[in-house]
């Protein structure tokens, strides 16, 4: 059983910074991806990586702001966010593929983490 893990929400002030890190129990064979859902919105991509982080895959939203890694000998895959403004608050969730890719499409995501709270105060 493959367990996610989130960790690295917080509070920011608008044009601040955070870095969420996801660590991934079992194999690394897995395209990851990193998704997020906001108060009375749907749950939406932000980004993904393959498994040998050698392709990825943004929303247009964060394009350019946020920056997803992973680094497979510690099982661990990260989304540095930079810029962050009022309209990226919500809760992101770490997951992860069996195909391996850089998916950008939920249902294709098997396992899910439980999530971690990004708020950005105005």
């Known amino acids: 059983q493959v367990q996610l893990v989130e960790s690295g929400g917080g509070l920011v002030q608008a044009g601040g910074s955070l870095r969420l890190s996801c660590a991934v129990s079992g194999r690394t064979f897995y395209g990851m991806g990193w998704f997020r859902q906001a108060p009375g919105k749907e749950r939406e991509f932000v980004a993904a990586?393959?498994?040998?982080?050698?392709?990825?895959n943004y929303a247009d939203s964060v394009k350019g702001r946020f920056t997803i890694s992973r680094d497979n000998a510690k099982n661990t895959v990260y989304l540095q966010m930079n810029s962050l403004q009022p309209e990226d608050t919500a809760v992101y969730y770490c997951?992860?593929?069996?195909?391996?890719?850089?998916?950008?499409?939920?249902?294709?995501?098997?396992?899910w983490g439980q999530g971690t709270q990004v708020t950005v105060s105005s």
């Open positions: 997951a992860a593929n069996r195909v391996g890719s850089a998916l950008s499409g939920s249902p294709a995501y098997t396992y």
């Open positions: 990586i393959g498994w040998a982080g050698d392709s990825t």
